[in-house]
């Protein structure tokens, strides 16, 4: 476990010291993902900012983040804390957009992630700083699991090659807080604090055995025909996250 930390955090160094940035903002949410990267990016010795961004934040997860930044800064005299509550700005934005927009409630927690995102590049081209990525594999790469120009709006990923159950050893490894370790994964994009598992239908485990899964599906159990489906979905329906933005290339006869 060491020497893949240790790989890790040389890569955010290498990569930022190569962009002639001095360090990384990072969004911590109280989660697992948030917390392992927030750490790694410490690691670097540079500069880290990482910021609480409360919108009308469920309880746990706020008081999750907080538990973090404190330990974060404890550790690391290269981290810096910051909280912005973005809830009057959020619910200025509501009040501004049309009723369709406001009355749907996937388009306003999408919202309340592209918020957060605006406001980390806000904070980061302040202080030459690169927006660090919290996405892990099966939400990168598998699902789709994340907003567009939202959560996935970074400039690097450092754990997104790393699957959740991987990504909680590397936590396990480093010390992060049991509370965290512990907790229900979320998206934080909810005030009622419904986790990942209660929107995706199935655990990071299942979804985990279903990216790797090439066998025969007529020996599988009900259950696992019914996540191999709810894997599949996600996969085909998020694939405009997952894949490059499509251009239109135009004929040369017709750019006479």
Known sequence: MDKLVDYIVTWLKEYALNARMDGFVIGISGGIDSAVTSELCAMTGLQVIAINLPIRQFAQEYNLANKHLVYLNSKYKNSKELEINLSDLFTQFEKTMPSDCKNNSLSMANSRSRLRMTTLYAVAQTNNCLVAGTGNKVEDFGIGFYTKYGDGGVDLSPIADLTKSQVW??????????????????????????????????TYPELEWAMEFHGDETTLTDRQQQVLEIYSTFNRINQHKMLPIPVCNIPNDLMA
């Open 169 to 202: 050893a590397v936590g396990k490894h480093l010390g992060i807080l049991p509370e965290i370790l512990n907790a229900k994964p979320t998206d934080g994009l909810w005030g009622d604090g419904r986790s990942d598992e209660d929107q995706i239908g199935a």
